[in-house]
């Protein structure tokens, strides 16, 4: 799931520049590309590539318990699997649409998809925590090359009345793989090794390669633009892009460590909160005044994109962090294997495709901030429900939250397309998709970090809480003692040993009900996160319908 998919079940109705490298000759009523082939195989080939990216933002989720256990490693170290994959992608997002231009379409995507497949296998071949973040961080950024550059080669490689059609191919892929994602994760990890979670893009990666290499040309447009810049001598925003990747780099380390290194007391801390601080306040001046920055920050200046921003910071986080908490507490509290942990996702995936179907017909009828805000209401909803776990949840439970959520994030992600260009020149519109972008990654990493903060701080709270009325002198400890020893005696276990086990069971019963009020107070956190894109919603302007759409989104 992303915003790209937006464009392309809105049906962009103008993209990008002209297919200026295809052939005169038809076939089948299409033109052919500037390779001389059908551009429905070059869709294919940048679909399965898109696929393989956005199948690993979710993948890893449901193995995070076997990697945890594999690597000797906790379930708070081991969700960084999860957050520094998106912020290395988001970081890349940054520089992927210069650098495409410059160095020419078809080398970059050549070269992120390479640098994707390799990282994938060395992922899967990972020796230690460490080792697999270093991987992980380099399988994000060759990921983050990939989707802005997805769509600019279907916009070339199709006439303007077929872009559509093509692009629904292209979504198809981004709200197909995060359904996929989790059950194949799951199945991966129960029944071969949670190493298979990567190593599964190797042969895929490599046919991709194989299939661009040889259907994928630049089309005469981009060639232009490219001896363009070179002639112009314009020169990429190296320090723009440094500070913007020290913040975001420097934040995610201090909101993922934080709550184990016990904050500000951590010189760890300490070193990355200022590195977050002065790489922040030295990129504001740098960004506004350079000639050519890696992040136009006026566009956070404007209401109408700004708010597109910040409710797509929301969104990233309920997504990436219900894809990971829900399968956590399924595996943990309930039994659940990671296979199933992963079906119980898979409901509220294929309500999501066809939602983007639904909501991709009828968005032309509505305002943007109508379906925004709406969306966002149901997400939070959706939050609130999950409050109401208890020790005799069912699958369905779970299911249906997640359906709830599948419902109403359609309603976000197709709006935010139409509402977030508002205003926005078409100069600028590569620059606002990948800001986009950068937000739903970040939001979604940030939304894993504040929800594993959440959960560990609330967990030692109602644990000291619940513990406070457990004293051996209270009447009702010792009755439950005395009932439960029994049971263990009646069951063949020693009195002595009996009574050891009767003591360990109390024990787990009181961890297990304090990880229920844990968890319960992160998805108030999350419930909350999105009913703040409510109001957001309500401040954008309205938008003109039936105007141009850049399929640049």
């Known amino acids: 799931m992303s915003a790209d998919a937006a464009a392309a079940n809105g049906g962009p109705r103008k993209a990008g520049g002209k297919s200026g490298g295809a052939a005169k000759a038809k076939s089948g009523g299409l033109p052919r590309t500037a390779g001389g082939h059908s551009p429905w195989s070059v869709a294919l080939v940048v679909a399965l590539a898109t696929f393989m990216e956005v199948l690993d933002t979710t993948i890893a989720n449901v193995a995070l318990r076997y990697i945890s256990g594999g690597l000797a490693v906790g379930p708070d170290e081991a969700a960084w699997v999860v957050t520094s994959y998106l912020v290395a992608n988001a970081i890349a997002l940054t520089a992927s649409s210069f650098l495409a231009k410059r160095y020419g379409r078809k080398a970059f995507f050549i070269a992120s998809v390479a640098l994707f497949t390799v990282a994938s296998l060395a992922c899967g071949f990972a020796w230690d925590l460490n080792s697999l973040l270093l991987f992980r ?254 020790g005799d949840s069912t699958f369905w439970f779970f299911a249906w939250s997640r359906i709830y959520i599948g419902i109403g994030l359609p309603m976000i992600f197709i709006s935010i397309t139409a509402a977030s260009y508002e205003g926005i020149d078409k100069s600028q519109t590569d620059q606002a998709s990948a800001l986009i972008n950068v937000a739903r990654n970040v939001g979604g990493s940030m939304g894993v970090s504040l929800a594993q903060n959440i959960l560990a701080y609330r967990s030692q709270f109602h644990q000291s809480r619940l513990s406070e009325s457990v004293t051996t002198t209270s009447p009702a400890y010792q009755e439950t003692m005395r009932q439960v020893t029994q049971y263990f005696t009646v069951h063949g276990t020693p009195g002595v040993d009996a009574q050891g086990q009767a003591t360990a069971w109390i024990g787990q019963q009181l961890a297990t009900q304090t990880a229920f009020f844990a968890y319960i107070d992160v998805f108030w956190a999350l419930c909350l996160v999105s009913a703040s ?10 938008v003109e319908r039936g105007g141009e759409a850049p399929a640049g989104h």
């Not at 002639?231 to 913040?247: E, P, S």
């Not at 801390?269 to 977050?276: G, R, S, Y």
């Not at 894109?533 to 309205?542: G, H, N």
């Open 137 to 390: 961080v380099i399988q994000g950024l060759g990921g983050g090359g990939m989707a802005p550059l997805a769509q600019s080669i279907l916009a070339d490689s199709f006439p303007p009345a077929k872009r559509g059609q093509a692009f629904a191919l292209y979504g198809l892929a981004i709200v197909v793989a995060p359904v996929v994602g989790p059950t194949l994760g799951g199945w991966l990890s129960d029944n071969v090794s949670w190493h298979w979670c990567f190593l599964i893009n190797g042969p895929v990666g490599v046919i991709a390669l194989a299939l661009m290499w040889w259907l994928l040309e630049d089309s005469e447009s981009a060639v232009k633009e490219r001896k363009a810049l070179r002639k112009k001598g314009v020169r990429f925003d190296l320090v723009g892009f440094l500070l913007v990747a020290t913040f975001l780099g420097s934040l995610e380390v201090c909101l993922d460590e934080g709550q184990r290194k016990d904050w500000f007391g951590s010189p760890l801390i300490q070193v990355f909160a200022v590195l977050a601080v002065i790489s922040f306040v030295a990129m504001i001046p740098w960004l506004l005044t350079a000639k050519n920055p890696a992040v136009d920050l006026r566009l956070l200046g404007k209401r109408q994109f700004g708010s597109c921003f910040l409710v797509m910071l929301a969104t990233g986080a309920i997504l990436i962090a219900t894809t990971q908490f829900i399968p956590q507490i399924t595996q943990d509290y309930y039994g659940y294997t990671a296979t199933i942990s992963g079906l119980v996702l898979a409901p509220g995936g294929l309500v999501t495709v066809a939602m983007m179907l639904v909501i991709g017909q009828v968005s032309g009828y509505f305002q943007p901030k109508w379906l925004i805000a709406t969306g966002a209401a149901i997400v939070a909803l959706a939050m609130y429900d999950l409050t109401r776990i208890y």
């Open 533 to 542: 894109a409510v109001p957001l919603a309500m401040i954008l302007k309205r």
